[in-house]
């Protein structure tokens, strides 16, 4: 059964750091894009990265430019999103997915985990 799992977040004050993790399980990772997505309470679901399959294609939104990088270690099954000089304005439930394609309606998605900035 094919399942992505994410591990990382947490409570973290303004300006600081965390590294997001997402195994994979029970298919191949590197035939996959791995999107990275996120969704605060009142708002839409808003992707914040993408990293294709072989790690050459990477796109970042705008609101995250700069201060988040993704990448993935394919013989791990693992993708990571390493979020720094964090705001208030980056709390919500972030989600990652996989696809043959970056694209918005990706195939499969795990549950989420949780990163809050407060003071």
């Known amino acids: 059964q094919l399942q992505l799992v994410e591990s990382g977040g947490g409570l973290v004050q303004p300006g600081g750091s965390l590294r997001l993790s997402c195994a994979a399980s029970?298919?191949?990772?590197?035939?996959?894009?791995i999107g990275w997505f996120r969704q605060a309470p009142g708002k839409e679901r808003e992707r914040v990265t993408c990293?294709?399959?072989?790690?050459?294609?990477?796109n970042y939104a705008d609101s995250v430019k700069g201060r988040f990088t993704t990448s993935r270690d394919n013989a791990k099954s693992t993708a990571y999103l390493q979020m720094n000089s964090l705001k208030p304005e980056d709390t919500a439930v972030y989600y990652c997915?996989?696809?043959?394609?970056?694209?918005?309606?990706?195939?499969?998605w795990g549950k989420g985990t949780l990163v809050t900035v407060v003071s």
């Open positions: 029970g298919f191949t990772l590197d035939r996959y894009a």
């Open positions: 997915a996989a696809d043959p394609f970056c694209r918005e309606a990706m195939n499969y």
């Open positions: 990293i294709s399959s072989s790690g050459t294609y990477i």
